[in-house]
């Protein structure tokens, strides 16, 4: 390797302006490089603090390594100091550091090594942003999966994601030549200088290297409300004009070279990523300047590739049009809901059964194409589950305590004029796990398409902060409607708090700690307070505090405030650890455990606590029935609604959960109890699986023989664990039991539990259910229910209709009603345009009887045929995409299109076409049905619960005898 003296490898340019702290960092970063050869430029853009002066020391102590230049006048922006560093730069390889971030310990190494071999123009590596602040180490990867392995590219064409995405110049190596062989410069005085320079570099790069190390760290500092950084300052005007710019610049380019496809890209990404960050900041702008604001974008959104619009999320593509339109009364309840995600800001519109933002822009296409939101599928939503806008119109403290009001909306009317109305707001402490107080709302009524309200929250007598670790407090309103509650946020928008009073409060660790709550807009705009000092005695306190946390001198009396600051974190810091996985399963085998078994208990779980439902369901019915021993404990993941009445309900991964895991002499489950739990020996784990196979489970997939050894240890570890596993015909013993690794003596032939009730005569059509979703029984009833799909890696894909329901609407309607069952992994949105011909029945967790209710069955590949079967009724099979799921997906055990108890259909016309004779279809596979039985359903009789439940708690008198 070469000396100090020789000429160096890679020049690391670092740019510094009034950051004399953090400099040497970041220096030191460079310095302790494992690629010897490596000199640092350090460029000040003229700081006026002691910069330059920490640079000149810098250079003195490492002379020949170090080198410490200055701008003759201070340029604004990071290009200026760039070109200079680049200018007087004697490396092979360039690389730009900003002063307050650092290099990874092997960035030069890595970058350098990687270009001279592949004789790369430009090497780029991965970012990682460490926020600092954050409690728990928080750091993030930039866009990672650019950089998921080591390639070369001969053209920026052949991955647009790099151009569009990663626009960093600072995690990058550019060879010096090719710099100044195509003068690629940073501009001047413009701000977003990066996303200019990387753009010119990418084209005009001849090759491009990407390696999958981390390359740079990215430092981000906690916001600050006296300053910002350049690029954040999105109050002036100047920086989104400059971002428009910049974008036109390399929309000049791109044009100049013909490069269509990464427009388009660059346009999504402008509309998904550049336009959103400013958008979110208008609600709390002057009207002036959004109106300058709006005039600028309209110019530039009007060159947008159609096709991008197209390709934008919905909430995007909406406030892009509404900008564009000027329409400020829909845009920022709008841009409230691209904040808020999952927030509904607006009162909505139905017309020709479309459910649409507003009620404006309907007579233009375009615009009732943009304001289409009946996919979000807001209308089928249930009261609770929506999170509406609530925007706060008045403020007010007095001494009767904070006054507020505001106004709900109400989309589609959702709330009933004559629903009765009461609501509460409740106050909390951000900070998880400390206090919550709550105040009646004293007025709550309609008002046009939304609620309004008035409350008075006495903060001064009956708020008590604990002060120091609850400093930030957000307020909610819970408002009930004929039972049904909703909980909202308050949304300041445009409602000016700058002159709101702020409310007096008592600290329990004394008013040293603060003394008043003042009111503020919260990131996602919604009103918060925060604990600050007014008084003179507060002032000094909270200073001596924050000194104290920045290690500085200066103590309260006795250290009291000081030790109330570590108890209370250390309380934080143990209930977190209390309820972290590794503390609960450290507790579970070491404690738990050791707790002795309760004779009778049998935990019960089905579809990992998602429901309520299936061959647990069968067979915890049947052991209430005949009035088994039983101590019944069920699961469930988020919510109890739904689950028996009879049980103990405990939430999946809750310490009870697991003390009823720990102690139960049975679990029944129909998927998997959570692998890492083991099962101790005197626990019987009855396995009743949940579905015959047609595509390939287990250790079949590809995806888990790809997996570590010690992954598919663990994983079959969890399947050991299984002291009975339930099948329901010898395809379930040829496939299934092999894929588990089930031996012979844990199989139990008893059929399914579930399909008991299939398999009896007589079974009758659910009337009780038929109401409650009002279906016409007077009608033949359908059950659409197919499988979901998932990715090569195994991810659930959104689930869309393989065809168009309103089309079914329209020919069958009259005389069907069309029942939709999702998978449970996956949802589904129907427009109201369908509404009593086609009903979304994915609600109902047992899927029992939704089977007795159909006169036939649409699915795909779902196990759900297996079952159906059963009933000896019609069967399609709407295989639209057989070739992708059983080739490319998951492979399967058999092949459908010759063994389907019915028609196998590849197109929406031939669904619809077999739908007009039902009758038909099912005589013409009469007999396909029977073998189809025979073959997949041979154990199930009508008694498969019984039969478990004598293996658990013993036969009957004349209960069924085992047998096959």
Sequence with gaps: MPSSQATPLVSVIVIVFNDAARLPRAVRSVLGQSLRGV?????????????????????????????????????????????????????????????????????????????????????????????????????DAWYPWIYSRTRTLDSITELPDLLVWDTLSTNKAYRRTFLTGHRLEFPVGILYEDLLFSSQAYLAAEKITLIPNRVYWWDVAAPNKGQASLSNRRHEIKNFTDRLEIHRRIDAMLADRGMVELKYRKDVKFLKHDLVLHLRDLPFLPADFREEFAGHARAYLAGLDPEAVAETPTIQRICA??????????????????????K???????????IYWCDGHLDDPEGRRVLDVTDLGYHAKALGRLFLRNQLTGYSAGPEGVELSGRIVNPLGRIPADAKLSARLEFSARRAGLQKFAFPVREVRHDGDGIVWTGTADLTRTLRPLGVVDGVWDVRLVLTANGERTTTRLTVGEYDLSTAAASPVRPRLTRLTGDRLEPHPSARGHLSFDLTAEGPAARRGTDLIERAVRGEAGTLANGAVDRARRSVRGALRLKRQLHSGETKLKVYHRVLQKLPVVKGQVVFES???????????????????????????????????????????????????????????????????????????????????????????????????????????????GLERFDHFVVRSEHDVRTLAPAYRIGEERLLRTGYPRNDVLVREGVAKDRQLAGELEIDLGKP?????????????????????????????????????????????????????????????????????????????????????????????????????????????????????????????????????????????????ADARQRFVAEYGEYDRGDAAARIADVMFGARSGSVEDGR
Excluded at 622 to 647: C, I, Q, T
Excluded at 655 to 673: I, P
Excluded at 792 to 818: C, H, I, N, S, Y
Aim: glycine share 8%; aromatic share 10%.
């Design 39 to 139: 000199e640092v430029l350090i460029v000040d853009d003229c700081s006026t603090d002691d910069s330059f002066d920490v640079a000149r020391q810098l250079e003195a102590e490492n002379p020949g390594r170090v080198r410490a230049l200055q701008l003759a006048a201070n340029s604004g922006g990071c290009g200026a100091p760039r070109n200079h560093g680049v200018a007087e730069a004697r490396g092979e390889y360039v690389m730009f550091l900003d002063s307050d971030d650092e290099l990874d310990g092997h960035a030069c190494r890595n970058l350098y090594e990687a270009g001279t071999r592949t004789g790369a123009d430009l090497v780029s590596g991965l970012s990682v942003r460490r926020h600092l602040g954050s409690r728990h180490g928080k750091t």
């Design 321 to 342: 049009y509404l900008l564009a339109k000027d329409d400020w009364a829909n845009l920022l309840p709008a841009i409230d809901t691209l904040i808020n995600r999952d």
């Design 344 to 354: 509904l800001s607006a009162p909505l519109a139905e017309h020709d059964g479309r």
């Design 607 to 717: 579809h990992q606590g998602k429901q309520y439902s299936d061959n647990p369901r069968a067979v915890y019915e049947e052991l209430v029935r005949r009035g088994a021993p039983m101590k019944a404990v069920w699961s469930y993941a988020s919510s109890p609604a739904g689950f028996p009445s009879g049980a103990t309900l405990v939430r999946r991964w809750s310490w009870k959960y697991l003390r009823a895991l720990a102690q139960a002499e049975f679990w029944v489950d129909n998927q998997g109890y959570p692998y890492r739990l083991r099962k101790r020996p005197e626990t019987t784990y009855v396995q009743t699986w949940h579905g015959s196979a047609l595509k390939k489970m287990g250790f079949d997939l590809a995806s888990l023989k790809r997996q570590t050894p010690d992954q598919q240890a663990q994983y079959l570890a």
């Design 781 to 925: 009833v359908v059950l659409y229910a197919p499988t979901f799909r998932s990715d090569a890696r195994g991810r659930v894909r959104a689930f869309e209709l393989p065809f168009d329901v309103e089309e079914f609407a329209e020919r069958f309607g009259d005389r069907m009603t069309l029942l939709v069952r999702c998978h449970y992994l996956n949802k589904v949105v129907l427009p109201p345009s369908v509404r009593g011909k086609v009903i979304d029945v994915s609600e109902v967790q047992d899927v029992t009887p939704l089977y007795l209710l159909a006169d036939a069955l649409i699915t795909d590949y779902s196990s759900l045929m297996f079952d159906y079967a059963l009933l000896d009724r019609p069967l399609l099979f709407f295989a639209h995409d057989w070739e992708e799921y059983a080739e490319d997906v998951r492979g399967t055990y058999f092949d459908l299109l010759r063994e389907a108890p019915g028609p196998v259909l590849r197109e929406a016309g031939e669904l619809f076409d077999a739908l007009t004779d039902l009758d038909g279809v099912g005589k013409e596979y």
